[in-house]
């Protein structure tokens, strides 16, 4: 159920995350934006991203939306999560409706209050770390306006958040992500999700089904193992004794 749990807060975090990861090293740098954009665009993203926005989003309501995905993941059937492994069609039939939250609750009772304290803790960590992320985010997302729009199209934006109703679209238009409203829809979707799972899969298997399959360690030349070694700041293995 931990691993669940991470997994659904990886896949439910990612769109705040990728705000902030860079880009790939291979990827060509970019022209920088126009001065005259930029200096609008830097103000729309103060608005868009005001200071401790990540804080108050990773609180309160992205924890009622994870503790939402996870229960309603709890009421999946284990025949589900056997196809994603695998099982025969008739070893996922026998397993019937069995749901995750009856096998947890024999394997550990206090699963559902530790699964809420565990995900509790992550955010309050996650909080943290993407409040002193904020300043980037801010450049980051001024730069990406600036080469988007149009210097009249960011001075209109700056006109509407400058009104009452703009000013109230600006500061919480990304926490709305994370709003109970958002909660609802991504726990319902949940056992859909997971019903299409074993077609993702599969679809992910075709799609390197003509590369070779990956090297075991017992595969390595001499060489090879070294080099990996070496990689890893590790000893080389002593000489087997003959």
């Known amino acids: 159920m931990k691993a669940l749990a991470t997994a659904l807060l990886l896949a439910a975090a990612s769109p705040a995350l990728a705000q902030t990861q860079p880009p790939a090293a291979s990827a060509p740098a970019a022209a920088a934006p126009d001065p005259a954009r930029l200096a609008v665009a830097r103000e729309l993203a103060d608005k868009l991203i005001p200071q401790g926005m990540y804080q108050r989003m990773l609180g309160g309501n992205f924890n009622r939306m994870m503790e939402s995905m996870v229960g309603s993941a709890a009421e999946i059937p284990m025949r589900d999560f056997a196809q994603m492994g695998g099982m025969s069609e008739a070893e996922v039939a026998a397993l019937g409706q069995t749901t995750l939250r009856e096998v947890m609750e024999i394997y550990d009772p206090y699963w559902q209050e530790r699964q809420q304290r565990m995900m509790r803790s992550m955010m309050g960590e996650m909080g943290k770390l993407m409040s002193t992320l904020e300043p980037k985010v801010r450049v980051a997302l001024a730069r990406a306006y600036a080469r988007e729009y149009t210097l ?80 890893l700041g590790a000893k080389s293995a002593p000489p087997a004794k003959k």
């Not at 509407?160 to 109230?168: D, I, V």
């Open 152 to 231: 009249p199209e960011l001075q209109a934006l700056q006109r509407f958040f400058a009104t009452p109703a703009g000013s109230h679209y600006a500061r919480s238009s990304m926490e709305l992500m994370m709003g109970p409203d958002m909660a609802q829809t991504m726990a319902e979707a949940m056992p859909e999700i997971m019903k299409q799972m074993p077609a993702l899969v599969q679809a992910a298997q075709a799609g390197t089904k003509d590369l070779p399959s990956p090297r075991k360690a017992e595969d390595l030349t001499p060489q090879e193992r070294e080099k990996i070694l070496k990689l």
